[in-house]
């Protein structure tokens, strides 16, 4: 939408993209809080929305929205049922983004923006695409096609990979999934145990208890699918 | 409604800044 100058807004979108995209009609949530460290002001318009985003719908904008987790879903296509099963490490993707504004607070600058493999398919790739005129091929290009390449191969290694590791708006968003809205519940009366959603979940979820309220739950509906007896569904809290 | 609220106090100003920030392309952070 942002191809029109009308239409590139000051609102911050809730999952994780590249406002360097000529396209672009939103803020990165993860850009915007970077801007607003080095500018030393707090970011209270983001903070604001990502809260509302995610009280009404928790981590569901990482399953039924983002740009770059449709990548990795695309990817999963290429990979089929042969994902490596790895432990899911919820705490990483905190680290990550303390780690974010901690180099933004330092450097002053928005490091993360310039290794973000979702600036560099959105961001990189797609000005350059749009501006033809402006195709070089520099060290700070060279370095966004290596993160980008990096998290491609290990997406097909490992299903999700990104947004259940290292994805800062992940952690940002599955903070709220204990308290949205919108949520998956069991019926425990319903369930035996069976462990097919387990099984289909794409990012890993190893615990009945956790579909839902992890903060890996991206509330994508695969294990609603998945389950035979329909023990699980989507529940909007009142 | 805390967050609404909050998001509301900071419309007024943030709303351009981030209007800004999409408007104007950071060329360092897309590799150019």
Redesign the interface.
Known sequence: MGFIRIFKTGFVCPFLYCYGCPFAAFGCPIGIIQNFVTYGQVPWFAIGSLGVYGTLLGRAFCGWACPFGALHDLLSYFRGDKSFKVRPFWYIKFIMLFIVLGAAWYAMDTVFCKYCPAGSLFGAIFFRLRYPQSLTFNLPFAIHMFTLGLTIVLALLISRFWCRYLCPMGAIAGAFNKVSIVNISLDEKKCKECFVCLETCGMGITKLEDIGSSTDCILCGRCIEACPLKALSFTIKK | M??????????KE??????????I??T?????
Do not use: E, T
């Open positions: 805390a967050f609404l609220a909050l998001m509301m106090l900071g419309v943030d709303y351009l800044i981030v209007q800004d920030l999409v408007r392309v950071c360092s952070c897309i590799g150019l």
